[in-house]
């Protein structure tokens, strides 16, 4: 039994070094992009595509989302039924939702993912990863990347020619979480959702300031002016100390 235990340890020590040399430089992620091809055509559907990114294999590692498994799927059950044509997600992190937004989008669907490499809430990601991210895309998906501040007036312009006068349907805020940050992340760009689409931020649970920031209070502060009408919120335990998804139906 020892030994056992003892192997176990070895194993998850092994898979951890593996998922820390690879966050770092992005070198193993281009190998593993043709078994990532390979496996998305087997997912048939969403509860396929959660249970491949919260599964246990080295391939989900790579993907893994920094999301609770129940709130995620309880968005992605929601999102189905609006069918989102153009996504924009700000923070990419290991770019777990990117993979689960392409299994709720139609089969054209623009996906636009927005990260600051070095970022203090997720650190970004190398620039060989992208080959990986692109991979995630379905039929006549186009995913597209932006490494970059998304306060940077110069990438919500890079945004707005992507958009070419298209509106977003789904908009997903999960980069700075500071309170500042985060503000300015809504202000910035739910001007290009449109009327009906929907809004969506990650950590709207009190919690450690390292993992939530100041989105608990930003939260707060949106429910007070917008009613609780057109707001939703995914949240599996309110004393987990983070995590929670908060769903605003734009009307405005």
């Known amino acids: 039994m020892n030994k056992y235990r003892s192997l176990k340890v070895i194993l998850k020590r092994i898979k951890s070094n593996i998922m820390l040399f690879d966050s770092r430089t992005g070198l193993l992620s281009l190998f593993i992009v043709p078994y990532m091809i ?9 509860e396929d595509a959660l249970n491949f990114c919260f599964g246990n294999t080295l391939f989900s590692e790579f993907i893994k989302p920094m999301q609770n498994k129940e709130e995620i799927s ?12 153009i996504i924009l997600e700000i923070g990419t992190a290991k770019g777990g939702t990117l993979f689960l937004w392409t299994f709720v989008a139609i089969n054209d669907a623009t996906i ?11 650190s970004g990601y190398p620039i060989l990863r992208m080959p990986l991210y692109k991979s995630f895309a379905r039929r006549k998906q186009k995913i597209i ?13 890079k945004v707005k020619r992507i958009l070419s006068g298209r509106q977003i349907d789904f908009l997903f805020i999960d980069g700075d979480h500071t309170y500042e940050g985060v503000k300015k992340d809504f202000e910035m760009y739910s001007p290009l959702v449109r009327k009906g689409g929907i809004i969506a931020f990650h950590d ?9 920031g100041g989105v608990p209070r930003f ?12 707001i939703m ?7 987990q100390g983070a995590g929670g998804i908060g769903l605003i139906i734009k009307f405005w």
Not at 38 to 46: A, G, N, Q, T, Y
Not at 112 to 122: A, Q, V
Not at 145 to 157: A, E, K, M, V, Y
Request: glycine residues 8%.
């Open 219 to 230: 939260w707060k502060e949106l429910k007070s002016i917008m009613g609780t009408d057109k």
């Open 112 to 122: 636009i993912s927005i990260d600051l490499p070095g970022g203090p809430f997720g």
């Open 74 to 85: 309880a968005l992605m059950h929601y999102l189905k039924d609006l069918r989102p044509r």
């Open 204 to 212: 709207i649970v009190p919690g450690p300031a390292e993992k939530v």
């Open 233 to 239: 919120e995914f949240v599996r335990d309110w004393n």
């Open 38 to 46: 390979l496996f998305k055509k087997m997912l048939v559907d969403i």
């Open 145 to 157: 990347l932006i490494r970059g501040n998304s306060h940077d007036p110069r990438t919500l312009n």
